[in-house]
């Protein structure tokens, strides 16, 4: 009778301790938050697994934006550890982020539809009547870059190129991503970056190298990171070999 009890004083203690232990706490995943220029997003999502993948239970959560709305961002002091934007931003909101790292370079060109039904085989050409053109706002780093272009223009079409190509202007977009998805909708033209290129969507048009504007990219880590340690692995990650060669495959220049 002895042991019978024991055996069911035995069995009490060891359920009052299941139910009186606390059971093993959960850590929530790490977060890396990322801002990303809208025109790299095919190419960082490829690198973002591969970041991942060597480091476990790391997320990296990415928005894909117009230069203006990191630069906002990032004076604001929203949240954000990496960004990857246009060295105007960088340059701007420079006491807000760390040590800049060059991570590519990218530059204009001409998309229009596979047959290119508005015959456009240059730059002078979108001056033409009947052009419908998409470029960035004015605001925003594709924007800007397209301005220059036009700008540039002027000097061997004259003044008046300006004007005829703003009257053509039908779209304009924050993000280089919607100025590209116009053609062959609203626009029969866009003035888009060389990573932009898809030949099995649109026929390329270069522009001429003294009338083009290379423009570099920057990688840095926000002054008010959450993981700042991780943020700087992700930029080593990019501006490393693997990186770079992803940034290639996607048709970005090294960015010296």
């Known amino acids: 009778m002895r042991s019978h009890s ?9 359920m009052l301790v299941a139910i ?5 706490s959960t850590a ?18 490829e690198i973002i697994k591969d970041f991942q993948n060597k480091h476990k239970g790391v997320t990296v959560k990415a928005s894909y934006l117009g230069g203006a709305e990191i630069g906002k961002i990032v004076d604001e002091q929203g949240e954000a550890d990496v960004v990857l934007v246009g060295s105007s931003t960088t340059d701007k909101e420079a006491n807000l982020l760390g040590p800049t790292t060059p991570v590519l370079r990218n530059k204009e060109i001409i998309l229009v539809p ?15 009547p009947g052009i419908k053109l998409a470029i960035g706002t004015p605001g925003s780093a594709v924007g800007k870059l397209a301005s220059q272009v036009i700008q540039n223009g002027a000097g061997a079409y004259g003044f008046e190129f300006v004007k005829a190509v703003r009257d053509n202007v039908k779209v304009q977009a924050e993000k280089g ?13 866009a003035i888009a970056f060389q990573s932009d290129k898809n030949d099995a969507k649109y026929f390329m ?5 003294k009338l083009n504007v290379v423009s570099t990219y920057n990688m840095a880590v926000t002054k008010n990171a959450k993981n700042a340690k991780l943020a700087e ?24």
Do not use: C, W
């Not at 692995?233 to 970005?252: E, H, I, P, T």
């Open 6 to 14: 024991l055996k069911i004083a035995g069995i009490g203690a060891f």
């Open 20 to 24: 009186t232990s606390p059971k093993p």
């Open 28 to 45: 929530a995943p790490t977060e890396v938050v990322a801002l990303v220029a809208s025109n790299a997003k095919a190419a960082f999502t």
């Open 114 to 128: 596979k047959g290119n039904p508005a015959k456009i085989h240059a730059l002078k050409d979108l001056g033409n």
């Open 177 to 189: 991503s919607d100025v590209v998805a116009a053609v062959g909708g609203a626009a029969n033209a």
């Open 205 to 209: 048009i270069p522009i001429e190298d």
């Open 233 to 256: 692995d992700l930029v080593d990650l990019v501006q490393g070999s693997k990186g770079q060669a992803v940034l290639r495959k996607f048709n970005y220049m090294s960015p010296k």
